[in-house]
T-cell receptor, first 115, second 112 residues
Framework: GNSVTQMEGPVTLSEEAFLTINCTYT??????LFWYVQYPGEGLQLLLKATKADDKGSNKGFEATYRKETTSFHLEKGSVQVSDSAVYFC??????????????FGTGTQLKVEL | NAGVTQTPKFQVLKTGQSMTLQCAQDMNHEYMSWYRQDPGMGLRLIHYSVGAGITDQGEVPNGYNVSRSTTEDFPLRLLSAAPSQTSVYFCASRPGRSATQYFGPGTRLLVL
């Protein structure tokens, strides 16, 4: 079955540091890949996505490239801010037999950015 | 658009009680899903619906029922709550031609 593995947290960085959160996946076919962000006390928000190999998703300074050869979708940001403190989830979209789609999530990586 | 809304935000139940978690979306999305979020486990699919009148089980459906009488609403029913159902529950929806799901703010449930 499909699975997503992302790096363990928590990750603590100083403001303006470079961020990488690793994500690798196992899936059949050609899934779409996503990064969702969850701020404290809130629901999940879509951060960025990529739907095919070599696509780069980007939003709010975050980027991730769909690498089929390494089955990876690592999240990066060049200069983090305190407001980026949140939990980040990598996910892939697979098709269900009933016709819907299911997001398979990683366990989440907590990011804490300090001044 | 309000997007995906969920009520209540927080609920405490005693073992054996029943309750319904409400979910509504105003985006005319065909697909709706319920996930539960547990520490260290990411989110897991409970039930989903591909349209009004059509529902199916996800990976952790035991102890939960759903129905979809309208496009907008997708309630999740706990028939007899158990402590193992203590979790945060998220409802999500997506349009037919997109894999992107949009999540509600969640319901935090504590079963004593």
């Amino acid at each position: 079955g499909n699975s997503v593995t992302q790096m363990e947290g928590p990750v603590t960085l100083s403001e303006e540091a470079f961020l990488t959160i690793n994500c690798t996946y196992t899936a059949t076919g050609y899934p779409s890949l996503f990064w969702y962000v969850q701020y404290p006390g809130e629901g999940l928000q879509l951060l960025l996505k990529a739907t095919k190999a070599d696509d780069k998703g980007s939003n709010k300074g975050f980027e991730a490239t769909y690498r089929k050869e390494t089955t990876s979708f690592h999240l990066e940001k060049g200069s983090v801010q305190v407001s980026d403190s949140a939990v980040y989830f990598c996910a892939l979209s697979g098709i269900l037999t009933g016709g819907g789609n299911k997001l398979t999530f990683g366990t989440g990586t907590q990011l804490k950015v300090e001044l | 658009n309000a997007g995906v809304t969920q009520t209540p935000k927080f609920q405490v139940l005693k073992t054996g009680q029943s309750m319904t978690l409400q979910c509504a979306q105003d985006m005319n999305h065909e697909y709706m899903s319920w996930y539960r979020q547990d520490p260290g486990m990411g989110l897991r699919l409970i039930h989903y619906s591909v349209g009004a009148g059509i529902t199916d089980q996800g990976e952790v459906p035991n102890g939960y029922n759903v129905s979809r009488s309208t496009t907008e609403d997708f309630p999740l029913r706990l028939l007899s709550a158990a402590p193992s159902q203590t979790s945060v529950y998220f409802c999500a929806s997506r349009p037919g031609r997109s894999a992107t799901q949009y999540f509600g703010p969640g319901t935090r449930l504590l079963v004593l």
